[in-house]
């Protein structure tokens, strides 16, 4: 285990941690080429002999000839494509014979024969035909429209006074120890003797807001995330990856008790990082489809361990949910 780590990078990890579920990816049809190799994606377009294809690495293009089979993902997606694959059916000229000259001559496919002809779109392109005749190659006339309005305006309309500019809406501030956020409705105890730490969702992933000492001695990470998930397995999920981040991680406690409220889990638990032995509390709220994780954590080889878990406490607990 690499204990390289800084106290951020740890952090980093808590506002991962409500990601308890991946959404899988579309494969799409199955696309067998004739050396044994398969692609997956799905066929936007055919063309000069080549299929386009969507894949989750970008556009590949194809030719038709290197194709062995194309399995679809639902059997309707793919008929274009499949039947672009069958080659056209061969057809000799019909001929007639010229009454006078006994020669060969081929025969003049009847209009009806034409319109009845089925061909694939998938694998036609329209022909340009070589030349055109006058009808052809003149436009239509363009009735010019007349820029003169039928009826005047008796008199000039003022145009409306420009929108009052609204301030933009304040999403979080400091009131005293009191931290409120109103972009996710919540407030908690901010201890005086910690700093907001700034773009905290550029620097933490899914971090609503992150707060600690100077020397980061003492660190505290709020994160956020839409889920399904129950409680119980997702907090359990959440354990298990903080569990990843440390040398010698040991679970000290842990209780089910609501926090403002609502359902939540708490661990107490001990871990090796950065060269520091560290005391952390994570608590795992669930609210109404979505889950919140405050990880608190401290230095436990120092002489204010209990004071800063006293603290970090304090902060856990005091958590409370608004209106929006």
Same mark, same amino acid.
């Given at each position: 285990?690499?204990?390289?780590?800084?106290?951020?990078?740890?952090?980093?990890?808590?506002?991962?941690?409500?990601?308890?579920?991946?959404?899988?990816?579309?494969?799409?049809?199955?696309?067998?080429?004739?050396?044994?190799?398969?692609?997956?994606?799905?066929?936007?377009?055919?063309?000069?002999?080549?299929?386009?294809?969507?894949?989750?690495?970008?556009?590949?293009?194809?030719?038709?000839?290197?194709?062995?089979?194309?399995?679809?993902? @639902? %059997?309707?997606?793919?008929?274009?494509?499949?039947? !672009?694959?069958? /080659?056209? *059916? $061969?057809? +000799? #000229?019909?001929?007639? =014979?010229?009454?006078?000259?006994?020669?060969?001559?081929?025969?003049?496919?009847?209009?009806?024969?034409?319109?009845?002809?089925?061909?694939?779109?998938?694998?036609?392109?329209?022909?340009?035909?070589?030349?055109?005749?006058?009808?052809?190659?003149?436009?239509?006339?363009?009735?010019?429209?007349?820029? @003169? %309005?039928?009826?005047?305006?008796?008199?000039?309309? !003022?145009?409306? /006074?420009? *929108? $009052?500019? +609204? #301030?933009?809406?304040? =999403?979080?501030?400091?009131?005293?120890?009191?931290?409120?956020?109103?972009?996710?409705?919540?407030?908690?105890?901010?201890?005086?003797?910690?700093?907001?730490?700034?773009?905290?969702?550029?620097?933490?992933?899914?971090?609503?807001?992150?707060?600690?000492?100077?020397?980061?001695?003492?660190?505290?990470?709020?994160?956020?995330?839409?889920?399904?998930?129950?409680?119980?397995?997702?907090?359990?999920?959440?354990?298990?990856?903080?569990?990843?981040?440390?040398?010698?991680?040991?679970?000290?406690?842990?209780?089910?008790?609501?926090?403002?409220?609502?359902?939540?889990?708490?661990?107490?638990?001990?871990?090796?990082?950065?060269?520091?032995?560290?005391?952390?509390?994570?608590?795992?709220?669930?609210?109404?489809?979505?889950?919140?994780?405050?990880?608190?954590?401290?230095?436990?080889?120092?002489?204010?361990?209990?004071?800063?878990?006293?603290?970090?406490?304090?902060?856990?607990?005091?958590?409370?949910?608004?209106?929006?």
């Amino acid at each position: 285990m690499n204990t390289s780590r800084g106290p951020l990078a740890i952090l980093g990890l808590a506002a991962l941690l409500a990601a308890t579920a991946l959404a899988p990816s579309a494969r799409g049809d199955e696309i067998r080429l004739k050396d044994g190799k398969k692609l997956h994606g799905v066929i936007v377009s055919y063309e000069d002999n080549m299929f386009k294809v969507k894949t989750d690495f970008g556009y590949v293009l194809v030719e038709k000839d290197k194709i062995a089979a194309i399995i679809p993902d @639902t %059997p309707a997606d793919s008929t274009d494509a499949k039947a !672009a694959l069958k /080659p056209a *059916p $061969k057809t +000799e #000229p019909a001929t007639s =014979k010229d009454a006078a000259t006994g020669a060969l001559t081929p025969a003049v496919e009847t209009s009806k024969q034409a319109k009845t002809a089925t061909i694939t779109n998938a694998a036609v392109r329209p022909e340009i035909p070589l030349t055109a005749t006058k009808s052809d190659a003149t436009p239509p006339a363009i009735k010019p429209v007349n820029a @003169t %309005p039928k009826t005047a305006l008796a008199s000039p309309v !003022a145009p409306p /006074p420009p *929108p $009052k500019v +609204e #301030p933009p809406p304040v =999403k979080e501030e400091v009131q005293g120890n009191l931290y409120i956020n109103h972009e996710y409705a919540f407030r908690m105890y901010k201890a005086p003797s910690w700093e907001i730490i700034g773009d905290a969702g550029q620097t933490l992933p899914n971090a609503i807001v992150a707060m600690g000492t100077n020397n980061e001695s003492t660190l505290l990470v709020v994160g956020y995330e839409k889920s399904k998930t129950a409680l119980e397995p997702a907090a359990k999920a959440v354990e298990k990856k903080l569990s990843e981040v440390y040398d010698n991680y040991r679970l000290i406690s842990q209780r089910t008790a609501p926090i403002s409220g609502m359902p939540a889990v708490e661990y107490h638990y001990r871990g090796l990082a950065d060269g520091h032995d560290w005391s952390g509390t994570l608590a795992v709220v669930a609210r109404n489809g979505e889950i919140f994780t405050v990880l608190g954590m401290t230095y436990a080889d120092t002489d204010l361990i209990q004071i800063q878990e006293n603290v970090i406490t304090r902060a856990v607990t005091s958590l409370e949910f608004t209106q929006k």
